[in-house]
């Protein structure tokens, strides 16, 4: 069962990303500051859940938490400053967004930039043990998904729709096939399947 909150006092968004480890797309990142009386019995890190699931916790989410938000970094940019900086610049972004101040901000991970003013904690696996960071890896994934999904209907031959982006077999083999897209990530080694 998902932990509701770090601590006591301080109001806290959640944050976490979705698409870091993808060949082509942006990251995702979304910041969800939820109730403290907040339960779902689905909510879990995204990854756990089926998608329809996810896409029914994004409603619930949305709906009752005290302020949400979601932002991206586009995959050129992500080839100039490194996927690590563009996801703590995307989960910025969101956090920008947000009319709720949060007093403290729980990332999911095991680093993050510091955002200004604001302190933060680090949790690895944070997304399967708080609350608000599950709801933040729903709202970054599926925001994501169907990112990929109107990305998928200009590009099929990637097969966007079912892979959204990550380096499965398929991928990659279209790539050897048909080259790269112009959303394909370019600092990132893209194997062949014959390479793995």
Not at 65 to 73: C, G, L, T
Not at 114 to 130: L, M
Not at 142 to 171: I, V
Request: charged fraction near 25%; hydrophobic fraction near 40%.
């Amino acid at each position: 069962m998902l932990k509701p909150f770090f601590q006591k006092t301080l109001p806290e968004a959640g944050c976490d990303e979705a698409g870091r480890g993808c060949l082509a797309g942006p990251v995702f990142a979304a910041a969800v500051i939820l109730p403290r009386d907040f339960y779902h019995p689905l909510l879990n890190d995204s990854k756990q859940i089926k998608e329809k699931d996810r896409y029914l916790l994004r409603e619930v989410i949305i709906k009752e938490s005290i302020d949400w938000a979601v932002a991206n970094v586009d995959h050129a940019e992500i080839d100039q400053i490194n996927i690590l900086r563009a996801s703590f610049k995307a989960m910025h972004l969101a956090l920008d967004q947000l009319n709720d101040k949060p007093g403290l901000i729980l990332v999911d991970g095991n680093r993050f930039t510091p955002y200004p003013w604001i302190p933060h904690q680090a949790i690895v696996k944070g997304d399967s043990i708080y609350a608000s960071i599950a709801a933040a890896s729903i709202l970054a994934k599926t925001f994501r998904d169907d990112h990929m999904l109107a990305l998928h209907h200009k590009y099929p031959q990637y097969d966007w729709k079912q892979n959204k982006g990550y380096p499965t077999e398929f991928h990659r083999r279209a790539i050897d096939t048909f080259g790269l897209s112009p959303f394909h990530r370019l600092s990132f080694h893209i194997k062949s399947p014959d390479e793995s």
